[in-house]
């Protein structure tokens, strides 16, 4: 890779020689870094390498006008940095809809051919689906000028200093690449390879600190840490997989632009190729399925794409998603293990879940030792005994589940397990409502539920209490300072000094936000409560409703049943919530701690969309905080559930049982692209 010109300060007063030293050393040094870290081909000895970066860093001491965000010397690692700003992508950063079946694949492509209106095999570039974290690397007249991760398409997290520290990532481009194309947005995966990764967990292990769970997680929390310092300890490597832009000169395929990165240096993936037609991407498929536990990198199944970018321009996306790829998706993997014990855990909402305790098993690249059961039926059908051999899987290849048992292996004289009569934290009575499938602790002092409680409490829809997290709610409850959540506005700087890791700073940081949270507004008020079925709409619908504390407590459940949006479960929780005792004690101390439950103003009711109810289902651009904005800005409502009464379902991807309902209901779909025409 040409490393082109070193752009000098106009101010330096060095010498020729010198700029001459600089630059081969800048030169010598990146090709020394790609043969060690890419290669694994070293050619001069550490103490060799050493030295030429000691001299470096010698001359740039001595004339700091001579640095530059290329050199050698930034990969080290910048100041810690106090918090992460937001990067605003120029072009999304789309996600990708997945298939999991041939058949599944082979209608993906029907709907390339039709949009493209051939009959003609399609040209398709397939690379394996790397399993990391997705990041931008923007490079402005040839120098890497910003990283961001991915964020939610449209934001990001500048996280430049973390990625300059990345062995791989070229800082520079060549001087005819930076010339024809002056800004250059690469876009690629931060992983970190498994040997590298058992490296790692061996050394972490070796020091007294704690391993790291996976690959994954290992390379999205090194990219993440505040101090690029310890990012740039961590063995990341960053493949690239594309650029943001389809309209630049001379590349008009995406085989084209890989071929660019490589000759710049990029690391792109080995495995990629371009192949003709769906039966030969079925092949490659399956060999890649077979390769994948040989791979020393993550993966999770693979990325098909229509090669020219003239395609794909024409077949345009469809709200976060294009349409000329998709991500083949492998099946989840399957593991067998035996199952130690079955615990219960109990909820913020009082629900006893049973949680398997597993013998250590890598499942999907993941060590698993627990696996939700997830309620009494699902503990019945697998029969589960202690000393049973499962099959477990990641859902999703995120949740471990137990798929089966293999009663084969059963060993002799166990017993079935059975829900307990108590609860596991507080041993009061449990009880299974009708209707339900969980059965739910209903003492409202129960400690295990006040710790979720506290912690739901002060989360940022509701009171955003920044600072009380689930270690310090439980320690405010052991040290016995919260019995409810009205116990934090009476809590002291004096009570907060002696828990642990509280300091001054921290204690004057969190009475301050608890002093911010007596003004919270209404509707989060009632959806910090906690009350069950009850989310940010259905809070929202009742306090713009009823305008008041005071009216909502003493409503019945019919008056709220009669609101568009709110069921006869919702509101009989709701009456059951508030005619409470303990709740009507809890308000009236938290007034007594001037907390203040302002009143709540009527949703708009002009507007484009006015009259108009909507519900929101699958995934979006951006969060769907963002779309339910919108909508009552316009005058519109959103509901939490799909009725008759409903005008439009504001549909994304992975959309499951709204979407089915509102086409059995004939309720009109929008997808994103119509909503916002819808709005003008």
């Known amino acids: 890779m040409s490393t082109g010109p070193i752009f000098i300060s106009p101010m330096a007063t060095t010498d020729k020689r010198l ?17 060690y870290y890419l290669e694994d081909s070293p050619q001069i000895t550490d103490t060799e390498y050493d030295r030429l970066f000691d001299r470096l860093l010698e001359i740039e001491r001595e004339h700091p006008e001579l640095i530059t965000p290329d050199s050698p010397s930034q990969r080290v690692g910048a100041p810690p940095s106090k918090k992460f700003e937001p990067a605003v992508h120029r072009l999304p950063m ?94 690629g995966e931060v992983i970190m390879r498994r040997s590298a990764f058992e490296r790692l967990n061996r050394h972490l292990e070796d020091t007294g600190q704690p391993p790291l769970a996976n690959p994954r997680n290992g390379a999205a929390g090194s990219l993440r840490q505040l101090d690029s310092a310890v990012t740039a300890s961590r063995p990341l490597l960053f493949y690239a997989y594309g650029i943001s832009d389809t309209n630049l000169a001379d590349l008009d395929r995406q085989s084209v632009v890989m071929d660019m990165l490589r000759r710049e240096g990029f690391t792109v993936n080995e495995r990629i190729q371009n192949v003709t037609g769906a039966s030969a991407v079925e092949s490659l498929f399956a060999k890649l399925t077979a390769d994948r536990p040989g791979l020393d990198y993550e993966i999770d199944g693979m990325v098909i794409k229509v090669d020219s970018f003239e395609q794909q321009n024409l077949l345009g996306r469809i709200s976060r998603a294009p349409r000329w790829a998709i991500a083949w998706k492998f099946k989840a993997e399957l593991a067998e293990t035996v199952l130690d014990d079955v615990e219960f855990s109990v909820g913020r909402t009082g629900v006893v879940t049973p949680v398997a305790v597993l013998k250590p098993v890598r499942v999907s690249g993941v060590t698993v030792t627990h696996a939700s059961l997830h309620n009494e039926d699902e503990l ?158 259905a809070a929202t619908l009742l306090a713009e409703h009823f305008g008041s504390l005071d009216k909502l407590i003493n409503a019945d459940a019919k008056e709220m049943e009669a609101i568009d949006g709110i069921g006869p479960i919702i509101a009989q929780n709701v009456s059951s919530f508030f005619t409470n005792t303990g ?63 409903t005008d439009f379902l504001l549909c994304g991807e992975d959309a499951g049982s709204k979407l089915d309902k509102a086409r059995k209901l004939g309720i009109e779909i929008l997808d994103e692209d119509t909503f916002m025409k819808l709005l003008g």
């Open 94 to 187: 789309l996600s990708l809809q997945k298939v999991t079946t041939p058949e599944e694949f082979a209608e993906f492509d029907r709907r390339v051919k039709q949009g493209l209106e051939t009959d003609e095999d399609i040209v398709y570039e397939v690379e394996p689906k790397l399993d990391g974290l997705a990041v931008e690397l923007v490079y402005e007249n040839g120098i890497f000028a910003q990283g961001s991760t991915r964020g939610d398409g449209a934001t990001g997290e500048t996280i430049t200093p973390n990625l300059r520290t990345i062995h791989n990532i070229p800082l520079k481009l060549s001087e005819t690449t930076a010339h024809k194309y002056p800004l250059l947005e690469v876009r």
């Open 583 to 645: 709740t009507i004690q809890m308000i009236n101390r938290m007034q007594q701690g001037y907390v203040r439950f302002p009143n709540a103003e009527k949703t708009k009711t002009s507007g484009q969309l006015a009259g108009k109810t909507f519900v929101i289902t699958g995934t979006l651009s951006k969060p769907r905080g963002h779309f339910k904005n919108l909508i009552v800005e316009a005058g519109g409502k959103v509901a939490g559930s799909v009725s008759s009464k």
């Open 380 to 537: 019945q059908r697998l029969d589960l005994r202690r000393g049973d051999t499962v099959i477990v899987r990641r859902a999703g290849d995120v949740i471990p589940e137990v798929v089966s048992v293999v009663t084969e292996k059963r060993p002799p004289d166990t017993e079935p397990i059975h829900y307990p009569q108590a609860c596991p934290s507080c041993s009061g009575e449990i009880h299974r409502p009708v209707g339900e499938a969980a059965y739910r602790c209903f003492n409202a002092a129960c400690p295990a539920q006040l710790e979720g409680h506290l912690f739901h409490f002060a989360s940022k829809a509701g009171f955003d209490i920044e600072g009380l997290g689930g270690k310090l709610a439980r320690q405010l409850i052991d040290a016995k300072l919260v019995n409810d959540p009205s116990d934090l506005f009476f809590l002291k700087l004096e009570q907060l000094l002696p828990l642990d890791l509280m300091a001054e700073k921290k204690a004057t940081n969190l009475l301050a936000a608890i002093d911010r949270a007596r003004s919270t507004p209404l509707p989060r008020a009632v959806y910090a409560f906690g009350i069950i079925g009850v989310g940010e709409t």
């Open 19 to 35: 700029i001459a030293e600089i630059e081969k050393l800048r030169t010598e040094i990146e090709r020394h870094n790609r043969l």
